[in-house]
């Protein structure tokens, strides 16, 4: 490992401040960047051969449509037509907005999902009277699970299918179990420790008549949104080809990064929007971020500290694949509670594809261990994940206040329950496989 301290050094030295959100997260991967090729650790053509462009690519495609469809109104019709049909039960509120938010983010970033979802169903909760902390927490609990089904979910998912080459259908036939038993799981458990705050409200008169008005508010505030059809054809055309593309990928041999930015560059050629507004749009300080990890983490393994993590933490637990596909479900899932969850999976990924030299393990059984523990480790506390982060932030925005210690109470026997889901899950398909 020689020249590697630095390296380590400024990989440390970033995370820190990533994970306690010091600096701006790009900029402070990008300038951990800087401090190498300044000190020539490694230089400019390097570093750009480091990064993953078909990670940027998928990203950046599914950032444009996202926006599109957001532009034509999509999401907003889609939210008031959930609030119509739960007619202002609680259960129903839990229950309906909880199944879009996990479809929609295993198709759609999540962040936006909850973008959208949390202020409607803060201002249902708090129209009827009830917990609005306790419909922020699920939802974005939800998001995170659902996003866990696909490729195009969540981001460690995006970072292990692009670096590992794992197509969509892969993700979707190894990952749908799991994740529709979680979501169920979850449910069912947040419900069981808060029926009294679930109880129906039909014998109570002037709570149904005030949901009446809260519905019809609602509805009044959607008709005011213009609805673009046509933008929303175009979008919602261009989406499902893309996941056609991704689906038939086996056929096509197109890569996912290179269908979404094909998809999206489309849509934008179709539809009369401002091009330079929707590109406004687009998370331009996350694809510089994810840009960053991926060179200061390629440095490191140019370096031979990831095979030497691997070699001395990592495999030192034995040849055992149960024990093995335990310790990265478990091991990503208690980190990514704590660390930002994107920097934990492009450090191990490398770090994975040691231990499968060592001892392999069949049916990439350890890269769903990673994506699982990942995914639903973010759920663990407020920081685990994006979307946690966003739907705190906007429930706050709103009037409700929710602290680290409070989510955690909430989210950590979930996140728990999901683990061992995945544990007996996993280990039932390696007993299979083997």
């Not at 230089?43 to 480091?50: M, Y």
């Not at 950032?63 to 939210?79: D, E, N, P, Q, W």
């Not at 330079?276 to 998370?283: F, P």
Request: aromatic letters at 8%; glycine letters at 6%.
């Amino acid at each position: 490992m020689e020249g590697a301290l630095l390296p380590i050094i400024v990989f440390l030295v970033v995370y820190a401040v990533i994970t306690f959100e010091l600096v701006n997260k790009a900029v402070s991967a990008l300038l951990g960047v800087m401090v190498l090729l300044m000190v020539h650790v490694i230089d400019e053509h390097t570093a750009a051969s480091l990064i993953d462009f078909e990670t940027i690519m998928l990203l950046l495609g599914m950032m444009i449509i996202v926006s599109v469809l957001r532009k034509s109104g999509f999401f907003a019709m889609l939210s008031v037509k959930i609030a119509q049909m739960t007619k202002g039960n609680p259960l129903k509120i839990l229950i309906l907005f909880s199944v879009v938010t996990a479809v929609v983010s295993a198709f759609l970033d999540n962040v936006t999902t909850v973008l959208i979802i949390i202020p409607i169903i803060i201002e249902l909760a708090r129209g009827m009277g009830l917990d609005a902390k306790l419909y922020v927490i699920s939802q974005a609990v939800i998001s995170n699970v659902g996003g866990t089904a696909t490729l195009i979910g969540d981001p460690p998912n995006i970072i292990i299918g692009s670096k590992v080459a794992l197509t969509f259908n892969q993700f979707a036939g190894n990952l749908f179990i799991p994740v529709v038993i979680s979501v169920a799981a979850t449910l069912l458990l947040i419900w069981a420790t808060n029926k009294e705050k679930f109880a129906p409200i039909n014998t109570n008169l002037a709570k149904l008549f005030t949901v009446q008005l809260l519905l019809e508010k609602i509805r009044m505030e959607f008709l005011n949104t213009t609805i673009d059809k046509k933008l929303l054809t175009k979008a919602l055309t261009c989406l499902a080809i893309a996941l056609l593309l991704f689906v038939t990928q086996t056929i096509t041999k197109l890569s996912p990064g290179v269908v979404a930015l094909m998809m999206a560059m489309f849509l934008l050629c179709i539809a009369k929007v401002d091009v330079e507004h929707m590109l406004q749009e687009v998370e331009w300080s996350t694809l510089l971020f994810f840009a960053g990890l991926f060179i200061l983490v390629g440095v490191l393994e140019h370096k031979g500290v990831i095979e030497w993590i691997a070699h001395n933490v990592f495999l030192k637990i034995g040849g055992n694949p149960y024990i093995m596909v335990l310790t990265v479900l478990w091991v990503s899932g208690i980190v990514s509670g704590f660390l930002d969850n994107i920097p934990f999976t492009i450090t191990m990924i490398p770090i994975v594809r040691v231990m499968l030299e060592a001892s392999p393990v069949p049916n990439n059984i350890l890269w769903w261990a990673l994506a699982l523990g990942a995914c639903f480790g973010g759920n663990l506390t407020m920081i685990g994940a994006s979307a946690n982060i966003v739907s705190v932030g906007i429930a706050k925005q709103n009037g409700v206040h929710i602290s680290f210690f409070e989510f955690m109470k909430s989210s950590a026997l979930i996140t728990i329950m999901t683990l061992i889901i995945s544990s007996i899950y996993l280990c039932l398909y390696l007993w299979v496989s083997l």
